[in-house]
C-alpha cells in the first residue's frame, strides 16, 4: 500500500509546487513561498519514508537504478529548497521540483527491480557511498545555479525588467552560492576518491575503472576551475562550460554501467 501511496502523494505535491511557480512568474503579487515550501516539505517526507521503505528491503539495501536516481533527486530536492529560503530560485524550483514529480511518476509506472547488497557489513563502504552520493547532489545543484547565473546575466545585459523577471536573485549572490556549492561539492568528491582507493578492494578492478577515471575527470575539472575563479577571476562562459564538463562526466561515471548493464543488456537478455 505504501508503495503506492507515499510516490502519489509526492507526485501530487511536486506538481502542485511545479505548477505555483509557474503561475506566480506572472503573478505581480509574486512567489507564495509559504505554500510552494510547504508542498515541498509535503513532497519531500512523502518521496523519504518511500526511500527508507524501498531501499531497506530484502534484508539489505535495494540500490536498484531506479532507486539511486531517487535518492539522488531527493537529495538534490532538498538542497535546492534550503537553498532557496536564503536566495530565491524561481527558475530552479519549477525544473528540480518538475523533475521529481516525472521520478515519482516512473516510480509508479515502471517495474520494480531488486538488487539487494548488504553494506551494514562494511560500515567505511556505507559511509563512502553515502558522502558519494552528497557531494554528487551538491555538483548538480551547483550547476543547476550555474544556468540560473547565465539567464540572469543575460537578461542584465537585454536590459529586460519585464514581468517575472523582477523576481530573479541578483546575480553576484547566486554566482557566490554556486561556487560555494561546488567547493564543498568537490571537497566531497575529493573525499570519496581518496577513501574508495584506500579502503575499497574493488577499486583498481578492470569493472569499475571507467568508473574511477571518469569520477577522477570530473574532480580534475572542477579544481582546475574552482582555482581559475580563485586566481584568474574565471565567470560567466568559462565557468559554466567546465561546470557542465565536470557534471557530465560524473554523471557519466556514476549511472553510465548501471543504465547499460540494468536496463539495456537486461532488455536484450
Not at 582555482?227 to 568559462?238: D, E
Request: charged share 10%; with cysteine.
Amino acid at each position: 500500500m505504501s508503495f503506492v501511496l507515499f510516490p502519489s502523494l509526492a507526485l501530487l505535491a511536486y506538481l502542485g509546487a511545479t505548477l505555483l511557480v509557474l503561475s506566480r512568474l506572472v503573478n505581480p503579487k509574486g512567489l507564495n513561498y509559504k505554500l510552494v515550501f510547504g508542498l515541498a516539505v509535503l513532497a519531500i517526507g512523502c518521496q523519504g519514508v518511500f526511500l527508507a521503505e524501498s531501499i531497506f528491503a530484502g534484508g539489505g539495501q535495494n540500490f536498484s537504478l531506479l532507486n539511486v536516481i531517487s535518492l539522488v533527486c531527493w537529495l538534490i530536492v532538498i538542497v535546492i529548497t534550503l537553498s532557496a529560503l536564503r536566495t530565491p530560485a524561481v527558475l530552479l524550483l519549477p525544473i528540480v521540483y518538475g523533475f521529481a514529480a516525472l521520478n515519482q511518476l516512473a516510480i509508479l509506472v515502471l517495474p520494480s527491480a531488486l538488487k539487494v547488497q548488504h553494506f551494514e557489513q562494511t560500515p567505511a563502504l556505507l559511509m563512502h557511498i553515502i558522502v558519494a552520493f552528497v557531494a554528487y547532489a551538491l555538483l548538480i545543484v551547483a550547476t543547476l545555479h550555474s544556468v540560473q547565473v547565465s539567464y540572469i546575466s543575460h537578461k542584465l545585459k537585454q536590459k529586460d525588467f519585464l514581468l517575472g523577471n523582477q523576481f530573479l536573485p541578483p546575480l553576484l549572490q547566486v554566482e557566490s552560492l554556486q561556487f560555494r556549492l561546488l567547493l564543498a561539492g568537490t571537497l566531497l568528491l575529493g573525499l570519496t576518491l581518496l577513501s574508495g582507493a584506500l579502503f575499497s578492494e574493488q577499486w583498481f578492478e578492470l569493472q569499475h575503472l571507467h568508473k574511477n577515471v571518469l569520477s577522477s575527470l570530473a574532480f580534475l575539472v572542477f579544481v582546475v576551475l574552482l582555482w581559475g575563479h580563485a586566481r584568474l577571476g574565471w565567470r560567466g562562459r568559462i565557468a559554466i562550460a567546465l561546470t557542465f564538463t565536470g557534471s557530465t562526466l560524473l554523471t557519466l561515471s556514476y549511472f553510465g554501467s548501471r543504465f547499460v548493464r540494468e536496463i539495456l543488456l537486461h532488455r536484450l537478455s
